[in-house]
């Protein structure tokens, strides 16, 4: 019997014109606060945006925008947080109240079908997916749930994040994932020239991207005093990273033809 709740996720997704995923195979690499200032920056731009932290254990996207959750209304499911305009917030936070979820395996499927099954979005042009670090459970299962998913991979210039990312990246490939590029977080002055300890490879983002043929969509600096920007969405669009994270929406929304006043230089170009 095909769970009806599955057939409800599709027909909420089915308003939704673009889901764009921020997946890493690593954690703490910038995951969280990209996927939130890209959705601040599309709705800003003039796009009706959707921002969904599909990170059951480490909800954190509300804490980058500042954002009290109470508990959501209620109208023939649940309805997202209008936490600025053109844009729209759910998470598994109002739900857990940040206390812990001890919840393995089939569980956590169950609750993410649950969460895609009642919440009602309004037609969007984007939807931003912040998901939790891991190549396991959680990203198969939103390529179960949502098969028009486009993939933004973030890495940083660590050789170790390099090569745990690179099986991320091999994974999307063999199973034939639209993937729309590779953001490298936390990029430093010093980026050596490393290689693997047998020497033998080119462990940089760079080529990471082209081995995978792969674009590399942007780079962020490393921004020291990160901390005083936490919660204050206006000043973290303002920063390097959402400067950055601005132009990387912008080619991403020239590529398939969505237009879009401010990108293409209007107020917030
Ligand atoms: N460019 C950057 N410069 C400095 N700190 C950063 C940068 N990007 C992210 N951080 C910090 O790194 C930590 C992890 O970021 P987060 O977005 O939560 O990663 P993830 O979602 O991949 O686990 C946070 O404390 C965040 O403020
Ligand atoms: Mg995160």
């Known amino acids: 019997m095909i769970d009806p709740r599955l057939v409800a996720v599709k027909k909420k997704l089915s308003l939704i014109k673009r889901i764009l995923v921020f997946s ?56 997202p947080f209008r936490i600025k305009e053109r844009l729209d917030f759910m998470s598994f936070a109002p739900f857990s109240r940040e206390h812990p979820v001890p919840l393995r395996g089939n569980d956590v499927t169950q609750a993410m079908i649950e969460l895609l099954a009642i919440t009602v979005w309004d037609e969007l042009d984007f939807l931003v997916v912040d998901m939790p670090p891991g190549i396991g459970d959680e990203v198969l299962d939103i390529l179960r749930f949502m098969n028009r998913a486009e993939f933004i991979v973030i890495t940083t210039p660590s050789g170790v994040v390099i090569r745990v990312v690179e099986r991320l990246l091999e994974m999307l490939r063999n199973l034939e994932v639209p993937v729309v590029g590779i953001i490298e977080n936390m990029k430093t002055n010093e980026s050596p020239y490393r290689t693997n300890s047998c020497g033998e490879r080119n462990l940089s983002n760079s080529y990471m991207a082209k081995r995978f043929q792969m674009k ?46 401010s990108f293409l230089g209007g107020v917030n170009g």
């Open 216 to 261: 590399l969509l942007g780079s962020i600096p490393f921004i020291p005093d990160m901390d005083e920007l936490v919660g204050r969405p206006d000043a973290l669009l303002c920063s390097i990273l959402g400067l950055t994270i601005k132009k990387i929406m912008s080619a991403i929304t020239r590529q398939r033809g969505n237009s879009c006043k």
């Open 24 to 79: 890493s195979a690593k954690g703490g690499v910038g995951k969280s606060i990209c996927a939130a200032v890209s959705a601040l920056s599309l709705s800003q731009a003039g796009f009706r945006t959707g921002l969904l932290d599909m990170d059951f254990q480490g909800a954190s996207a509300h804490i980058f925008l500042g954002t009290e959750l109470c508990f959501p209304e209620e109208s023939r499911g649940i309805k």
